[in-house]
């Protein structure tokens, strides 16, 4: 069964850091782009970072560019995504999802949720004092 797990979610405090892992398991993840999205309360979801196949390409929103590093253990089949600096409008629930480098690379829509073929279950991230 394919799937993907996401971890890492929590409470922390405005400037405070954490780091939120997605494993994946049940298929070949060697053509896959990791993307990971988030979600507030009343909000549209938004696309976050991604990180192509080989871990080579990576792209951040322009709300989290230089707070936010996403990697990739290849042999792991685990991908990470870090953030620090975090700020009260960093809450909500993280995804991260699975798509086929090829079309989202063709296409340029690296946060096109239609494109991802994988969804993990969600993590909530809440930043407060």
């Known amino acids: 069964q394919s799937q993907l797990v996401e971890s890492g979610g929590g409470l922390v405090q405005p400037g405070g850091s954490l780091r939120l892992s997605c494993a994946a398991s049940?298929?070949?993840?060697?053509?896959?782009?990791i993307g990971w999205f988030r979600q507030a309360p009343g909000k549209e979801r938004e696309g976050v970072s991604y990180?192509?196949?080989?871990?080579?390409?990576?792209n951040y929103a322009d709300s989290v560019k230089g707070r936010f590093a996403i990697s990739r253990d290849i042999a792991e089949n685990t991908v990470y995504l870090q953030m620090n600096s975090l700020k009260p409008e960093d809450t909500a629930v993280y995804y991260c999802?699975?798509?086929?480098?090829?079309?989202?690379?063709?296409?340029?829509?690296?946060?096109?949720?239609?494109?991802?073929?994988?969804w993990g279950q969600g993590t909530q991230v809440t930043v407060s004092s």
């Open positions: 999802a699975a798509g086929r480098w090829g079309p989202l690379f063709y296409t340029g829509r690296y946060f096109d949720a239609a494109l991802y073929s994988y």
């Open positions: 990180i192509s196949s080989s871990g080579a390409i990576t």
């Open positions: 049940g298929f070949t993840s060697d053509y896959y782009a």
